[in-house]
């Protein structure tokens, strides 16, 4: 599986983006996709998850009630709308897929393959 980040940029404090994955592949709905992030300096870490048909989500308690995950089986696509943006949000946001049963995960090593990832800046 290929990922394919995509939406990232710059906005205010307050502001929204929604941020993009693509997935090749014919398998996609075999997979449980998730969201990291990188700020600067600090260690990757997780930020929300959703099973195979979108039925689960799991968010960390830092994004949770403003950021929603989603994902579109028919367009090989999950989504991660942003909402109620901060500074402390502004990191390189990663998509990956996991091919494990069971969910949900919340450590990178249990995803199995990673987009290159996409910048997200929130200016005070």
């Known amino acids: 599986v290929q990922l394919q980040a995509s939406g990232g940029g710059l906005v205010q404090a307050g502001g929204s983006l929604r941020l993009s994955c693509a997935a090749s592949?014919?398998?996609?709905?075999?997979?449980?996709m998730g969201w990291f992030r990188r700020a600067p300096g600090k260690e990757r870490e997780f930020v929300a998850t959703i099973n195979w048909d979108g039925g689960s989500t799991f968010y960390a308690d830092s994004v949770k009630g403003r950021f929603t995950i989603s994902r579109d089986n028919a367009k090989n696509t999950v989504y991660l709308q942003m909402n109620s943006l901060k500074p402390e949000d502004t990191a390189v946001y990663y998509c990956?897929?996991?091919?494990?049963?069971?969910?949900?995960?919340?450590?990178?090593?249990?995803?199995?393959?990673w987009g290159q990832g996409t910048l997200v800046t929130v200016s005070s």
């Open positions: 592949g014919r398998t996609f709905s075999r997979y449980g």
């Open positions: 990956t897929a996991t091919s494990r049963r069971g969910f949900p995960y919340y450590a990178p090593g249990a995803y199995d393959y």
